[in-house]
């Protein structure tokens, strides 16, 4: 097929609205106001941002969940028009001088939980909307036909514009718009950000966002992803190609900061570290987030073959290492200005064996830790190529790489327990280790048609399925299936660290390890000895982590490289000098006089609220935070005799039983009564800590303590018992 | 990955620890000093030592637990995962 040209698309574009507004300087990180729009009606406002929503709210994450809130209603569903793709930056996103400072959050109500769901992304997007004027951005509405929209800071103007002939998968589609938009120029082209999704949005609900920023050292569009949760379904529900943002005058004031000489005494301080150390820790700037399979392989963290097992002799193949030898270091790899870690890694030239674009070379971005593990060692699959060709086709499918993978590996493990066959899959072989079949199945998602379209659905709903079409036992598939809240889990075994299990099972959107990740200080470091510690790590950190994406900042600089005062640090797992750093940040940007207790008190009003907001739509409750057997204990004979000697110590020295003389499925029962006990008690340790009863509500004492008592949130707590 | 190498053999004299077993890989290669030592010369905050799969600062002797034939050690950064 012939590609259109740039001329073409442009005339082909139908301009359905256009708005105008005056652009504004951002003051100490506010735009102080967001955008609305409405694709039922075309219709494009401003609404104004007051100080009470800034100190309630703070920003990003906060004000999405806000702005949602008012939005819709307790029996709305993700696909009526009344849901929203929300989005925002954050106050301290964009700025320069620290690393790792460009994020967005993106909120909507997930077709896959079909509860709220948050999932952020790097790349130009969060710090290009703010500085066009806005500090979020609200999509509500379906478009009657395929659409574009485009918000231009430079220009003042915000338009809807009727896109037939657009691409939709995403490596095509930011290229055409960036060249649109941006015109021929690098100046021109740098000064874009393309949000979109792809084909299989239009098909399955476990679709995230790409979003896009140009890549002038190698004349190549990069992409990062919000990729959890399924905001690219909802964007493609409405009829959304692509959201464009335009702004050209990027600098390193550009947040209005009240006072940037801390703001740069930060930065230094974080810099000169991660270029003293890096190297010496973990080498980001050569390996990115892949340095983690070989150590996951080492602790039996890695998922292998869904979940069952925690490392493989293979694994080798797929490490650091591995990606070290093949990625482009032709220039900087940051996914916004100035961030010197610098783990955005991708691989060129690489040639695709299957689908579309079979036999074209493609610039692949990644591949991260988390697809490794999800496409990779959780499928059985350990060849670097194979790697590149599901990362790529997951990303410009729009396909979230751990909900595919993690659902195609329940496939195949119900292939092989006989659940599914050939007839069923529609000839797929689906055995442990069949590349071919993976890619078959992303296409098929692509295409909206075959097996594929089941294994897209994702684990709940095939869990469903089975059971009722196949007459599969439904305990069997709930210990086996590797999802809670209807969200795919990421990619560690959490089977030896009760701390963890509670992180993935009592996180608010789903099991997301960006929440809570205390497999290391429970398991490893053996730092959280008690329930009283567990809980109140679990109160502490998901309550720290959620601060990032107040403010649009990336969270690896925060504990993927570690300070020299680490070694006197009474809390290190805090790493008390960066958190000195952020409290700079937000001084300095402010103006404001900021302690670490000022940062938590911000992150714990919109964890709570966020809570609160699942209780409203009829989820957050303690019945929703348990997670599937095998995420506890082991749920197979397999499993149990996998790491033998491990639980029979545990039986006899932990849980008091002699396991001399008893059968597997005896012990496994054992195991299995002593662990889901333990888990018990965590939710009430953890419950009490966080000021929720013990059915997981926020307590009206609680919204009051936090400043979110209003009307409707007390009277939510109060009809569930808090 | 140890300057190179994924492991290396270690020989230890009686009654030596894991301590004496850190300093005795920089020894062995050199080229990590940067990296593991700090400018006092003692191990930088950053390195963990894993004794047998257990990280020897939980030990009751810490880096002082005396090896035994057979012991596996393993240096690893700080991992904060994702």
């Known amino acids: ?722 | 990955m140890l300057a190179g190498k994924n492991s290396l053999p270690l020989e230890m004299e009686n009654g030596q620890s894991v301590l004496d077993a850190f300093f005795r890989v920089l020894e062995m290669v050199p080229a990590l000093k940067p990296h593991w030592l700090d400018h006092e010369g003692q191990p930088h905050v950053f390195v963990h030592v894993f004794l047998n799969g257990d990280d020897a600062a939980t030990l009751p002797d810490g880096l002082n637990t005396k090896l035994n034939d057979g012991d596996c050690l393993d240096f690893i950064p700080p991992v904060a995962g994702g």
Request: net charge negative; charged share 25%.
């Open chain 1, 1 to 722: 097929m012939d590609q259109i040209t740039i001329t073409q698309l442009k005339e082909s574009h139908r301009l359905l609205t256009e708005f105008k507004y005056a652009v504004q300087p951002v003051v100490h990180g506010y735009a102080n106001r967001t955008l609305y729009i409405n694709l039922d009606s075309n219709t494009i406002t401003i609404k104004p941002v007051d100080q009470k929503m800034k100190d309630t709210f703070t920003g990003g994450k906060g004000f999405c969940l806000w702005l949602l809130w008012n939005a819709i209603n307790s029996d709305t569903k993700w696909d009526d028009a009344q849901n929203e793709l929300v989005v925002a930056g954050g106050p301290i996103g964009g700025i320069t001088a620290y690393p790792g400072s460009g994020k967005c959050t993106v909120v909507t109500l997930s077709p896959l939980t079909k509860s709220i769901i948050d999932s952020n992304s790097g790349a130009y997007f969060g710090p290009y909307l703010k500085f066009s004027g806005f500090d979020a951005l609200e999509v509500q509405g379906k478009a009657k036909e395929d659409v574009v929209i485009f918000i231009d800071g430079d220009n003042g103007t915000v338009s809807i514009e009727a896109a037939p002939l657009d691409e939709v998968n995403t490596h095509l589609l930011s290229k055409q718009l960036t060249d649109l938009y941006g015109g021929e120029t690098d100046k021109g082209k740098r000064a874009i950000s393309v949000m979109s999704a792809g084909q299989a949005a239009e098909h399955v609900p476990m679709c995230g966002v790409n979003v896009s920023y140009w890549d002038s050292r190698r004349q190549e569009i990069r992409i990062k992803q919000a990729a959890r949760g399924g905001a690219g379904t909802v964007l493609r529900n409405k009829r959304i190609k692509a959201i464009v943002v335009k702004y050209s005058d990027t600098g390193g004031d550009s947040n209005g900061a009240a006072n940037m000489e801390l703001i740069r005494a930060a930065g230094k301080r974080i810099n000169k570290e991660i270029s003293d150390f890096d190297a010496s820790q973990n080498d980001m700037r050569h390996l990115g987030t892949p340095y983690l399979v070989e150590i996951m392989n080492k602790f039996n963290i890695l998922p292998v073959q869904n979940f069952r097992f925690g490392s493989d002799p293979e694994a080798s193949k797929i490490n650091g290492e591995v990606w070290k030898s093949m990625f482009d270091f032709r220039g900087p790899d940051g996914c916004w200005y100035g961030c010197s870690l610098q783990c955005a890694h991708a691989v060129p030239h690489y040639h695709l064996q299957s689908g579309p674009y079979k036999g074209e070379a493609v610039f692949v971005d990644g591949p991260e830790y988390e697809s490794l593990g999800a496409l990779g060692s959780n499928l059985g699959i350990f060849d670097p190529p194979a790697m590149l060709e599901l990362c790529f086709y997951c990303d410009t499918y729009g396909i979230d790489t751990i909900s595919a993978g993690n659902s195609m590996a329940f496939a195949y493990e119900c292939y092989e327990k006989g659940i599914l066959d050939q007839q069923k899959t529609g000839g797929l072989e689906l055995t442990w280790g069949n590349a071919e079949a993976a890619y078959e199945l992303l296409h098929q998602m692509a295409r909206g048609e075959g097996f594929g379209v089941t294994v897209g659905q994702g684990v709940r709903v095939m869990k469903s399925l089975f059971a009722e079409q196949y007459g599969a036992d439904p305990q069997q598939l709930q210990d086996m299936g590797m999802e809670i809240k209807g969200m795919e889990i990421s990619e560690y075994i959490s089977r030896e660290s009760l701390a963890q299990q509670g992180g993935y099972a009592m996180a608010s959107k789903g099991p997301q390890h960006d929440e809570a990740w205390l497999i290391f200080m429970d398991m490893v470091h053996k730092q959280l000895p008690t329930f009283e510690a567990k809980a109140e790590a679990l109160h502490y950190f998901p309550v720290w982590r959620t601060w990032f994406s107040l403010h649009g900042l990336c969270k690896l600089p925060w504990n993927d490289i570690i300070p020299v005062s680490n070694k006197t640090a009474k809390e290190p797992a805090k790493v008390p000098e960066h958190v000195e750093n952020y409290c700079w940040l937000y001084e300095g940007l402010s103006g404001k006089k900021t302690s670490p207790e000022d940062l938590m008190a911000q992150s714990e009003k919109v964890y709570n609220f966020q809570r609160l907001f699942n209780v409203k739509m009829g989820f957050g409750t303690r019945q929703h935070d348990y997670p599937p057997y095998r995420l506890i204990g082991p749920a197979t004979v397999e499993e149990y005799e996998n790491r033998k000697d491990l639980y029979d110590t545990q039986l006899r020295e932990i849980i008091g039983v002699d396991p001399d003389g008893k059968s597997v499925e005896e012990k496994i029962r054992l195991v299995r009564q002593h662990r889901e006990n333990q888990y018990e008690q965590l939710m009430d340790a953890v419950y009490l800590r966080r000021g929720w009863t013990k059915n997981g509500i926020p307590t009206q004492a609680t919204l009051q303590r936090l400043g979110i008592d209003f009307p409707e949130a007390m009277a939510i707590s109060a009809a569930h018992g808090g």
